[in-house]
């Protein structure tokens, strides 16, 4: 099959020269209204997180003869699934890589977050070794909150339980595996008692701006907030507010709700325009990653392969199966 790559980076590519017996070609840009002509005439369009598939990029596409979109990553929140298949458009994922590269990054924020690395690593350089604003707390004994049980939750809950950490966790769809580890409480039950609150669940209509005003209301005073999930997980004024009131002590996030115009380019030679970003990165106590919690070399790794099986699933006119959500 004639596959377009969008939006890929060197280390993409690098990964996804693997996939043998199809036709790949590399487009840096990503996917949108502008860039969709590019892919007339391919069979399929391979996308990553931040790529646009709404009704106008999908309806080219499928002008244009496309009749795949294989995402390389798990969530698909970015293509409008109706639409998608109102068009007979398929779509497929990958849809589990690393959960432990997810559930680790999360835990370097906490870390990182509680003992002020980056804050003490510029003092040492400085030959500056005073204490006063580094302290940090145990983890060991406190209460961690984990919003959905899935594969990355119950990676992270192993890790924290390695801490010695209290687990408490809400889903409404409960497992086994994860109530041998943690507690399952109610939404509210886990705002109120969580010293560290983890977001990992996926974005749905039902699950956007979860952290808002009246969610941190509910949450011990100082509380921890970790978002590797989604960024629309979180209103990011709400949060800004409970950093400035105090309400929330720490903040770790890898994805950000705006992140589209921002995360895996290099920006350093511009001025930031989204003011509510920027006020995020003037908190000491807020810690923001572009995006790389899935970046790791295994994980890289798996969805070249899988993404290379999905293809090949499709060239062989299979059009379902585990990783085949249209
Ligand atoms: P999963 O599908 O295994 O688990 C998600 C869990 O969330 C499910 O158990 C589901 O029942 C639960 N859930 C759904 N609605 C909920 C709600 N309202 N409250 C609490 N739980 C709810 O997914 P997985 O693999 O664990 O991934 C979780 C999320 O991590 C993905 O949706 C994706 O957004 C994000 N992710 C982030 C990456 C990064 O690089 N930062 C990389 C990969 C995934």
Same mark, same amino acid.
């Given at each position: 099959?004639?596959?377009?790559?969008?939006?890929?980076?060197?280390?993409?590519?690098?990964?996804?020269?693997?996939?043998?017996?199809?036709?790949? @070609?590399? $487009?840096?840009?990503?996917?949108?209204?502008?860039?969709?002509?590019?892919?007339?005439?391919?069979?399929?369009?391979?996308?990553?997180?931040?790529?646009?598939?709404?009704?106008?990029?999908?309806?080219?596409?499928?002008?244009?003869?496309?009749?795949?979109?294989?995402?390389?990553?798990?969530?698909?929140?970015?293509?409008?699934?109706?639409?998608?298949?109102?068009?007979?458009?398929?779509?497929?994922?990958?849809?589990?890589?690393?959960?432990?590269?997810?559930?680790?990054?999360?835990?370097?924020?906490?870390?990182?977050?509680?003992?002020?690395?980056?804050?003490?690593?510029?003092?040492?350089?400085?030959?500056?070794?005073?204490?006063?604003?580094?302290?940090?707390?145990?983890?060991?004994?406190?209460?961690?909150?984990?919003?959905?049980?899935?594969?990355?939750?119950?990676?992270?809950?192993?890790?924290?339980?390695?801490?010695?950490?209290?687990?408490?966790?809400?889903?409404?769809?409960?497992?086994?595996?994860?109530?041998?580890?943690?507690?399952?409480?109610?939404?509210?039950?886990?705002?109120?008692?969580?010293?560290?609150?983890?977001?990992?669940?996926?974005?749905?209509?039902?699950?956007?701006?979860? $952290?808002?005003?009246?969610?941190?209301?509910?949450?011990?005073?100082?509380?921890? $907030?970790?978002?590797?999930?989604?960024?629309?997980?979180?209103?990011?004024?709400?949060?800004?507010?409970?950093?400035?009131?105090?309400?929330?002590?720490?903040?770790?996030?890898?994805?950000?709700?705006?992140?589209?115009?921002?995360?895996?380019?290099?920006?350093?030679?511009?001025?930031?325009?989204?003011?509510?970003?920027?006020?995020?990165?003037?908190?000491?106590?807020?810690?923001? @990653?572009?995006?790389?919690?899935?970046?790791?070399?295994?994980?890289?790794?798996?969805?070249?392969?899988?993404?290379?099986?999905?293809?090949?699933?499709?060239?062989?006119?299979?059009?379902?199966?585990?990783?085949?959500?249209?």
């Amino acid at each position: 099959m004639k596959v377009a790559v969008f939006n890929t980076k060197r280390y993409d590519r690098q990964n996804l020269e693997s996939i043998a017996g199809h036709a790949l @070609t590399y $487009i840096e840009a990503h996917l949108n209204a502008q860039t969709a002509p590019l892919a007339q005439g391919f069979d399929a369009v391979c996308c990553f997180v931040n790529d646009e598939l709404n009704e106008a990029v999908l309806t080219q596409l499928a002008q244009g003869g496309v009749k795949l979109v294989a995402m390389r990553c798990a969530g698909y929140n970015n293509v409008d699934m109706p639409v998608a298949e109102r068009l007979g458009l398929s779509v497929c994922r990958v849809p589990e890589y690393s959960p432990y590269a997810v559930a680790e990054h999360a835990a370097a924020l906490i870390l990182d977050l509680n003992r002020h690395l980056r804050r003490a690593h510029n003092r040492v350089r400085e030959q500056d070794y005073s204490l006063d604003g580094l302290l940090g707390f145990d983890l060991h004994g406190k209460t961690v909150g984990i919003v959905g049980s899935g594969k990355i939750g119950q990676a992270f809950a192993r890790i924290m339980q390695g801490f010695g950490c209290r687990l408490l966790v809400t889903d409404p769809y409960p497992n086994d595996t994860m109530a041998a580890m943690a507690d399952y409480v109610s939404q509210q039950e886990l705002w109120r008692q969580a010293d560290i609150i983890s977001l990992h669940c996926p974005l749905l209509d039902s699950t956007y701006h979860l $952290i808002n005003a009246d969610s941190i209301r509910q949450m011990k005073p100082g509380v921890m $907030i970790i978002n590797t999930s989604r960024g629309g997980l979180i209103d990011t004024r709400a949060v800004i507010a409970g950093l400035k009131s105090g309400c929330v002590g720490y903040l770790g996030l890898d994805v950000y709700e705006e992140e589209a115009s921002l995360f895996f380019d290099d920006k350093s030679d511009s001025i930031i325009q989204d003011d509510v970003f920027a006020r995020l990165l003037t908190f000491p106590n807020v810690l923001v @990653t572009g995006h790389q919690g899935f970046f790791t070399r295994e994980a890289l790794g798996q969805i070249a392969r899988v993404t290379g099986e999905n293809l090949d699933a499709f060239a062989r006119g299979e059009r379902s199966g585990p990783t085949f959500v249209a």
